[in-house]
């Protein structure tokens, strides 16, 4: 779940009353797993939860929520941005220090779970992906809902806790914890050093070192 503008300081996560100090926090970690994964040629896939311009994908319900706050504005209105939340405009785009190579697809996903009225399960299929890392914003949102809908199809899931953030540091570590219970119910749980240590190690195994 790449982090988006949305989360800059100007960025429509502000006008819903949260703060961006979480989910900004971990853009560094999260550079240093697409490092990692890039040496190593590891398939990469960037998300974004948008609308259609015309508002064709958005229910009626969902936009209520999303002025139902201070600021009175929500999803289609007009921000700092551009529009909130909607494909094309300048905060629906992934951060410069994260943005996507050639080759590592972006999938556009009208709700929370990158699975929801996507292509993205046919992505991996295709490469036969059967492991997930999931990193980025929100923890308790965006990412939950995918690793929750990931581990129904069948795919074994990894959340990188310090590489996701939420809005409120309650909200990411409810999140996380319940992620291992009754065994690994929705998966595992790692931080960045394991994982590129890990990677590193096998590297070397494959390598003969």
Excluded: W
């Amino acid at each position: 779940m790449s982090p988006l503008l949305f989360c800059s300081e100007v960025g429509y996560l502000v006008y819903q009353g949260g703060s961006v100090e979480g989910t900004r926090a971990v853009i560094p970690k999260i550079a240093i797993l697409l490092e990692v994964f890039r040496k190593h040629s590891y398939p990469i896939y960037h998300t974004r939860e948008g609308h259609r311009s015309d508002l064709s994908t958005l229910s009626s319900r969902e936009l209520f929520r999303s002025r139902n706050n201070e600021s009175g504005l929500g999803i289609g209105d007009r921000g700092p941005l551009g529009r909130f939340i909607i494909r094309g405009e300048r905060g629906h785009d992934i951060v410069d220090e994260l943005y996507p190579r050639d080759g590592e697809p972006v999938v556009d996903k009208p709700g929370r779970s990158a699975f929801a009225h996507t292509d993205f399960e046919l992505l991996l299929r295709l490469r036969g992906v059967r492991n997930l890392v999931l990193c980025g914003v929100t923890t308790d949102v965006c990412v939950h809902s995918t690793m929750r809908e990931a581990n129904d199809r069948g795919f074994d899931c990894l959340l990188v806790e310090d590489a996701t953030g939420a809005s409120m540091d309650r909200l990411h570590e409810g999140a996380v914890d319940m992620i291992p219970k009754e065994g690994g119910i929705f998966g595992a749980v790692s931080n960045v050093a394991d994982i590129v240590s890990g990677i590193e190690k096998l590297a070397d195994e494959q390598r003969g070192v």
